[in-house]
């Protein structure tokens, strides 16, 4: 099974590398995303 990062999932991935311990609520105003998305 393969998975393909996305823009979103790059995105992510970059809030994460600055900050590792941004919550799931901040990822999903920064991203434009429901929480259970982000999640």
Known sequence: ???HIDDIDHKIMQLLQYEARISISQ????????Q???K
């Open 1 to 3: 099974m393969q998975h």
């Open 27 to 34: 990822i999903s105003k920064e991203i434009s995303m429901s």
């Open 36 to 38: 259970p998305s982000v």
